[in-house]
């Protein structure tokens, strides 16, 4: 039944009209029947206006019964407008809405900012094998200047490591954790190398009415190539220290069973073994102390506060050292500047440093020939050269020179009694000061060995 009070008013107008145009007169003219007319045709389409508007109305109150929206009949009336409150009601979802949807992208630039942090690479395959999602270090590593290129794309083109792709499938078909091992050739400058890299693939879980349902799969990886070169600095240190006892150890137990002998030996040949013995031994002693010195200069975590004048430390290292160097004959010339070269340090530290250098210099320098050590300061820095004119070392050597129980002529270094741990402590300490240290030489032209160390009051 309709009960709009505009409709009731709109049908009683127009009946009235129609009454009052048969009362008039006697009958009808031709243009009463026109005004009649006229009059009939607005009644409909007033009417059907009406009927229009109530079944819009009638809309209405439904969208907003499931909205939410509770309109109330009050006396047989409808209050308010069903209109204006459809349009609250909307405009209150969408605020919502909005309001929702903000948090979802403050969620995922959250989550793509954590991900993008990561030293891990991360790559991410729907149920067809396409990438969903790749980090910024896995896209660096995949030589993808931008991550986004790559999503949509299938996980071959991505990468063609069989490990990886193979991992990603088995972890989404299996439903289980798949670990993998695998190379990458990098392709960026002097990062083109052979990088190795441990992952571990897990599927990609999502919840529906029927339970858990696979959507993909996900693989962190980790870059091991620093590990691996560690664990092979490690095998190749153990081996050369077990190398390096062993020689000297294998000599005093031989000569120790010859002196054991029960035969006869004359009092020259037994003095001449216990010199072999002493010699070894005070080889082995050395070792032993360089590796102890190695090892405390590599735990120590802070750098030392002391300040240190080098010009004394190198007058006691040429003190030490004066009496071998005049024995070989060698011509050592100092050259100081007249006021204190002060840094900070460890006296024992750079005390050692600076005589691994000289003694190298005078251990290899030809008889005769001349060792000049240099200290001044340049641009707030220390700079010591040790300059020799020993047998010089070949161009590819120079790279591996620091490092430890490297030795450019392995038979003359033990003929001398070097540990092949020198210029490594070297090096350690003078990186542990905060300096640097480099090398110049050539072959049969002598050699340069110059570190440097940042100055105090400068």
């Given amino acids: 039944m309709i009960r709009s009070p505009l409709f009731l008013k709109l049908a009683l107008s127009g009946g009235g009209l129609l009454a009052l145009g048969f009362l008039i007169g006697g009958g009808l003219t031709a243009g009463v029947l026109d005004v009649a007319l006229t009059g009939a045709f607005l009644l409909a389409g007033l009417v059907v206006?009406?009927?229009?508007?109530?079944?819009?109305?009638?809309?209405?109150?439904?969208?907003?019964?499931?909205t939410g929206?509770?309109?109330?009949?009050?006396?047989?009336?409808?209050?308010?407008d069903e209109f204006a409150l459809l349009e609250s009601r909307l405009e209150a979802n969408r605020?919502?809405?909005?309001?929702?949807?903000?948090?979802?992208?403050?969620?995922?630039?959250?989550?793509?900012?954590?991900?993008?942090?990561m030293v891990e690479g991360v790559v991410a395959i729907d149920l067809e094998r396409q990438v969903l999602h790749l980090n910024a270090i896995a896209a660096k590593w995949f030589g993808r200047v931008i991550p986004e290129s790559a999503v949509g794309r299938p996980i071959y083109e991505l990468s063609r490591q069989p490990e990886l792709s193979g991992a990603l499938i088995e972890a989404m078909?299996?439903?289980?954790?798949?670990?993998?091992?695998?190379?990458?050739?990098?392709?960026?400058?002097?990062?083109?190398?052979?990088?190795?890299?441990?992952?571990?693939?897990?599927?990609?879980?999502?919840?529906?009415?029927?339970?858990?349902?696979?959507?993909?799969?996900?693989?962190?990886?980790?870059?091991?190539?620093?590990?691996?070169r560690?664990?092979?600095?490690?095998?190749?240190?153990?081996?050369?220290?077990?190398?390096?006892?062993?020689?000297?150890?294998?000599?005093?137990?031989?000569?120790?069973?010859?002196?054991?002998?029960?035969?006869?030996?004359d009092r020259k040949t037994r003095r001449r073994f216990l010199r072999k013995i002493r010699k070894q031994s005070a080889r082995l002693g050395a070792l032993v102390s360089d590796l102890l010195t190695l090892s405390r200069i590599e735990a120590s975590a802070e750098r030392p506060e002391n300040v240190v004048d080098l010009r004394s430390q190198v007058g006691e290292v040429l003190?030490?050292?004066?009496?071998?160097?005049?024995?070989?004959?060698?011509?050592?010339?100092?050259?100081?500047?007249?006021?204190?070269?002060?840094?900070?340090?460890?006296?024992?530290?750079?005390?050692?440093?600076?005589?691994?250098?000289?003694?190298?210099?005078?251990?290899?320098?030809?008889?005769?020939?001349?060792?000049?050590?240099?200290?001044?300061?340049?641009?707030?820095?220390?700079?010591?050269?040790v300059e020799d004119e020993g047998p010089g070392i070949s161009a590819e050597h120079l790279d591996r020179i620091f490092e430890r129980f490297y030795r450019v002529d392995r038979a003359r270094s033990r003929e001398l009694?070097?540990?092949?741990?020198?210029?490594?402590?070297?090096?350690?300490?003078?990186?542990?000061?905060?300096?640097?240290?480099?090398?110049?030489?050539?072959?049969?032209r002598g050699s340069v060995f110059r570190f440097w160390l940042p100055t105090v009051g400068e």
């Fill in 69 to 80: 929206v509770s309109v109330a009949a009050e006396g047989g009336r409808w209050p308010g």
């Fill in 417 to 444: 009694g070097g540990t092949g741990l020198g210029l490594s402590i070297v090096k350690n300490v003078v990186q542990r000061h905060g300096g640097g240290v480099e090398v110049e030489s050539e072959k049969g």
């Fill in 173 to 228: 078909e299996k439903r289980r954790e798949v670990r993998r091992s695998f190379g990458l050739v990098g392709s960026i400058g002097r990062d083109a190398d052979l990088r190795k890299f441990e992952l571990t693939a897990s599927p990609l879980l999502g919840t529906s009415d029927g339970g858990e349902r696979v959507e993909g799969a996900v693989a962190v990886m980790h870059d091991i190539s620093e590990l691996e």
């Fill in 95 to 117: 605020i919502r809405f909005a309001e929702q949807l903000e948090e979802l992208r403050a969620d995922r630039n959250q989550l793509n900012a954590l991900l993008g942090s």
């Fill in 49 to 66: 206006a009406a009927v229009g508007a109530w079944r819009l109305a009638g809309r209405a109150r439904r969208v907003l019964g499931k």
């Fill in 230 to 265: 560690l664990e092979g600095l490690r095998r190749d240190f153990v081996s050369n220290v077990s190398h390096e006892l062993k020689t000297p150890l294998t000599a005093i137990h031989g000569y120790v069973e010859t002196l054991l002998d029960p035969a006869d030996m």
């Fill in 319 to 385: 003190g030490l050292l004066g009496p071998s160097s005049e024995a070989r004959g060698l011509d050592m010339v100092a050259v100081f500047p007249d006021r204190p070269v002060t840094v900070r340090g460890e006296e024992e530290a750079l005390r050692q440093a600076l005589s691994n250098l000289v003694d190298n210099a005078v251990k290899y320098s030809a008889v005769g020939g001349r060792i000049l050590v240099r200290l001044q300061t340049d641009n707030g820095r220390a700079v010591l050269e």
